[in-house]
């Protein structure tokens, strides 16, 4: 099972408007899965959310049925925008919170190497037609202090970690079986832009295609969140010089 947690806000239409936790489950995935995924406490299987058949019909369309090729270049390209803009996080501003109970630049980094890291044995696996064994792991998954880490050893554990998912994905092709999934816990924002939105979470086995592309819109949402950090903190700054 998967067994790590990517926590997601919000992305733009071509996105699907997808927002994405990946989570591993229980020892047992295929039962956690089945009733997670499609049964309700009733035992009854409800009518799937309009976003939810959106978002499933988004990783299908960018991941399973993308070639290898395709997909390989924008993860990497995700992974490298990502690493670009944390290289322009100022020193002042990297353990800087925008506001109560929101990450800095250095927990969004943390949060990331925290939960990728484990997708490297994950993605392996599924590569080679096994299931992934991993324990569950929460949504926010953060070290367990991220403040106390240095900045630099962080941005090259991160770039570690997405050199060798990149180099799992070089090695991959469009033979490697689809067969073999990971149950994947899946969060949406829904509901309409500009007004209060609801989290629709659910359990989803995902192909080994499907997964990675959860890696690029993780990384995609995160590399926003420090853009978005890193501008209202600047505002910040500006407002008490004036």
């Known amino acids: 099972m998967r067994?790590?947690?990517?926590?997601?806000?919000?992305?733009?239409?071509?996105?699907?408007q997808l927002g994405l936790a990946v989570a591993g489950l229980s020892?047992?995935?295929?039962?956690?899965?089945?009733?997670?995924?499609?049964?309700?406490?009733?035992?009854i299987m409800?009518?799937?959310?309009?976003?939810?058949?959106?978002?499933?019909?988004?990783?299908?369309?960018k991941g399973s049925e993308s070639p290898i090729e395709l997909l390989r270049v924008r993860i990497a390209e995700s992974?490298?925008?990502?690493?670009?803009?944390?290289?322009?996080?100022?020193?002042?501003?990297?353990?800087q919170s925008p506001g109560p109970g929101r990450w800095s630049a250095q927990e969004i980094v943390d949060h990331l190497i925290e939960s990728d890291r484990p997708a490297i044995g994950q993605l392996e696996a599924l590569l080679k037609g096994q299931q992934?064994?991993?324990?569950?792991?929460?949504?926010?998954?953060?070290s367990?202090?991220?403040?106390?880490?240095?900045?630099?050893?962080?941005?090259?554990?991160?770039?570690?970690?997405?050199?060798?998912?990149?180099?799992?994905?070089e090695h991959a092709s469009d033979?490697?079986?689809?067969?073999v999934r990971a149950p994947v816990t899946l969060v949406i924002k829904v509901g309409e832009p500009g007004e209060k939105q609801d989290s629709l979470e659910w359990v989803e086995e995902l192909d080994w295609k499907a997964f990675a592309q959860t890696l690029r819109v993780h990384t995609i949402e995160?590399?926003?969140?420090?853009?978005?950090?890193?501008?209202?903190?600047?505002d910040l700054v500006v407002g008490a010089e004036s």
């Open 3 to 16: 067994g790590l947690t990517l926590q997601l806000l919000r992305q733009s239409h071509d996105e699907g």
């Open 27 to 43: 020892k047992n995935p295929v039962k956690a899965s089945a009733h997670l995924a499609h049964f309700n406490d009733e035992g």
């Open 46 to 61: 409800p009518h799937p959310h309009p976003e939810k058949i959106r978002a499933l019909n988004y990783l299908k369309r």
């Open 79 to 95: 992974f490298a925008d990502l690493e670009t803009v944390i290289a322009t996080v100022p020193p002042s501003l990297r353990k």
């Open 132 to 142: 992934p064994e991993t324990r569950a792991i929460p949504a926010s998954l953060q």
């Open 144 to 169: 367990r202090d991220p403040l106390l880490h240095n900045w630099d050893e962080l941005v090259v554990e991160l770039a570690r970690v997405h050199a060798c998912l990149i180099t799992l994905l």
């Open 175 to 179: 033979s490697c079986s689809l067969e």
């Open 222 to 234: 995160h590399r926003s969140q420090i853009e978005r950090t890193l501008r209202e903190l600047s």
